[in-house]
């Protein structure tokens, strides 16, 4: 059995540790509120911007802009996004599981594009082809660097160098779930909004629908690369609460159970100091 | 109340005016135009410059953007913005700071000197100024 002294400092550092996952769950669950806000105030945009487009899809043909170009597949990027930081759980080692097992599937030598530290750190240590890195995103997120990246990935598939890029992300879910997604990002590709009274409408178009449309696209991946970015952040958050709650739980039960051996061997000690007194008093009596 | 007109300016990043009133004014890639009651069902881009929407007692208020797409529908407009700042939410030291180095910029020239784009970002700090009110 550990001595009192041993228990003693084990039991300080179980409650400092506790201390710490219960303000990070805190910190975390404020952050994961914020994501969420930021998640709902893109709705009424995205979804306007995705009904325009829908539209405009029906009266003039997407194939000729360059982002739109359906080549055959020879080279892919994927783009991952993780976290910058760990303690949240398997947010991390889930998403990168699951992008090797998709890197297996469609070629080792694909190209990645990493935003976030833990997926850069894993893929680059194991000698895959990292391409580009963007760390530290998330602490303080923008729509600015967001559409930079848009744009450095518009570049590589319009340069004709790769003819297919994947998002990887983890979609918001709820606080405890998240859902691994797989988006494609180029070429673009919008489906024809079939709503009828928006088709029977005739509308103005200023300039001509086809360079309205035209114009939109790059929006459209702007948007939706942003909301990528917001729903990681979000589950991220959410997943770093879940780990610190479940972590200050367990500190609780190790402080229990510490508590529970210490005073057992507080009360053995006293016990065996009696027992020596008392027998040392019949000693003496005897003699 | 019904010669009013129903809008709603959102970004990507937040809705940034939702409310009725009587004449919006855009920047639009053909030209400045303006919105009124009854307008016919448009769809228009616009670019940098000064949304201004006047309501119904002739007050004005003025967003600075760098573009985008409205929809006008039975006197509904919706504005999708890049970006669309009031005037409270400019950082006019910013938007100074920003001025003076296009204009140092403009004046220097030198190597790998873009023009075309010191030009912009001149522009845009100079929108931003006139909307928080400084520059006239």
New interface residues.
Partial sequence: MATLKEIRVRFKAVKNIQKITKAMKMVSAAKMRKAQE?IL??R???R??SE?MG??VALAHLSDHPLTQEREIKKRVVVLVTADRGLCGAFNSNIIKFTVNHLNAIGKDTALVTIGKKGFDFFNKRQYNVIKNYPGLFQNLN?QESNEIVSYLKDLFVSGEYDFIEVIYNEFKSIIKQNITTETLLPFSKKINTDKKLMN???????E?K??LQ??IP?EL??QF?KALLESNASEQGARMTAMDAASNNAGDLIQALNLSYNRARQESITKELLEIVSGAEALKKE | MDNLLNI?I??????VFLGTAKVLTVP???GLFQVLNMH??????FETGVITIEDEKGEKINFSTRG??L?V?DNKI?V?A?TAEAKDSIDVERAERAMQRAEERLKEGGKGFDRERAKFSMQRAKIRLKVAGILK
Avoid at chain 1, 201 to 207: N, T
Avoid at chain 2, 10 to 15: A, G, I, L, R, Y
Wanted: net charge negative; proline share 8%.
């Fill in positions: 930021r105030s893109t009424p945009y995205a306007k911007l325009l539209q405009l729509i409408a005739s509308f103005i178009y200023e300039p629908a360079k309205i114009e939109l929006k702007n948007i942003w | 709603e959102v970004s990507p990043e937040k809705n639009g890639v053909e016919a069902p448009m769809i228009s881009m985008g797409v929809e529908k919706v999708l890049d």
